[in-house]
């Protein structure tokens, strides 16, 4: 077994860069993309592009845009599983990106919150040799169903489950108490900083990563240009650095290294040396806009692209 399944959220990103601050009550001039995006989506992407021989992304799309999504997935080495539904549109995001890189977003998680117990399947694990899971699925109550679902028949196969936390919003929205009790049994968790302080209580990201990995076996803290900590059973094992990049938009960094080190792992990498991939992947996706790994041609459709 070698493959990977993802399971998360396909997402319509609109990015808009703006270089001057937002002008309330008139305009500010833009920089605007239509791409495509969701953390689990783009953690399937970069596994693919990083050398991940087999790759499926399990979620849930409106019927609108179903079919130009699945096609952005098969173009990325992605095989998809994807879910249309009727009667809600695919999830977007507003992606507002500032002169510094830093993102804010503007969600409406769509249909893609919207998945549920009956889209799984077991046989989905059959060649499998680990899950993984976009931490928004926990934030709403059917996907947190099927997500949960999802788990259980991981662990009845005995293949191991990772979780990326998603969204420091969400989750201080949730409560940390209810993330971590759902996620019991999770063997690697990939959260950044700011969720790894919100999981834990702790005013320093060394210390949460440390006491992550009392709960969670396999514990990667990313830092942003600072890097990612590894903490293993309770000790942390080591920090890696980030290559030194100009960077232009910071969204979907997370899930590069999420993405990255999963690949390493199943290549047979430590976790450290995992780690090193990811950051390197990280970096690489803070230089080009949208979340997904840099296109080696012109994207595919590219008149709807523009739409």
């Known amino acids: 077994m070698s493959g990977l399944l993802v399971v998360g959220d396909v997402v319509t990103d609109i990015v808009a860069r703006h270089r001057t601050p937002l002008a309330p009550a008139t305009d500010t001039a833009a920089e605007i993309r239509r791409l495509p995006g ?9 596994a693919a592009r990083s050398g991940c021989a087999s790759v499926t992304l ?93 788990m259980r028949g991981a662990r009845e196969a005995g293949i191991p489950v990772s979780v990326d936390p998603a969204s420091a919003g969400f989750l201080k929205q949730w409560g940390a108490e209810r993330f971590l009790a759902a996620a019991h049994g999770v063997e690697a968790l990939f ?25 969670f076996p396999l514990v990667a803290v990313t830092l942003g240009a600072g890097g990612a900590l590894v903490a293993e059973a309770g000790a942390v094992t080591g920090q890696v650095p980030a290559p030194d ?16 080190f999963l690949a390493a792992l199943l290549a047979g990498a430590p976790p450290l040396e995992a780690a090193e991939a990811g950051c390197r ?23 709807a692209r523009a739409r």
């Open 191 to 215: 959260p950044n900083a700011d969720e790894a302080l919100l999981l834990t209580g702790c005013a320093d990201p060394t210390e949460a990563a440390r006491t992550l990995s009392r709960t």
């Open 245 to 260: 990049v100009t960077p232009v938009d910071s969204t979907g960094a997370g899930d590069a290294f999420a993405g990255t």
């Open 58 to 150: 399990l979620g849930r799309v409106g019927t609108d845009e179903a079919a130009w999504h699945d096609g952005q997935l098969r173009w990325a080495g992605v095989r998809p599983l994807l879910v249309p539904d009727g009667e809600a549109g695919t999830a977007t995001v507003i992606s507002l990106v500032d002169a510094d890189a830093e993102r804010t977003f503007l969600t409406d998680s769509g249909a893609a919150l919207r998945l549920t117990p009956a889209d799984w399947s077991d046989a989905f694990l059959d060649g499998m040799a680990r899950l993984h899971l976009s931490g928004y699925l926990f934030f709403a109550e059917s996907s947190r169903a099927a997500a949960l679902r999802a």
């Open 281 to 303: 992947a990280g970096a690489e996706a803070v230089t080009v806009v949208g979340g997904r790994p840099r296109p080696a041609g012109p994207w595919p459709d590219a008149e």
């Open 38 to 46: 969701g953390a689990g989506a783009n953690a399937a992407c970069w």
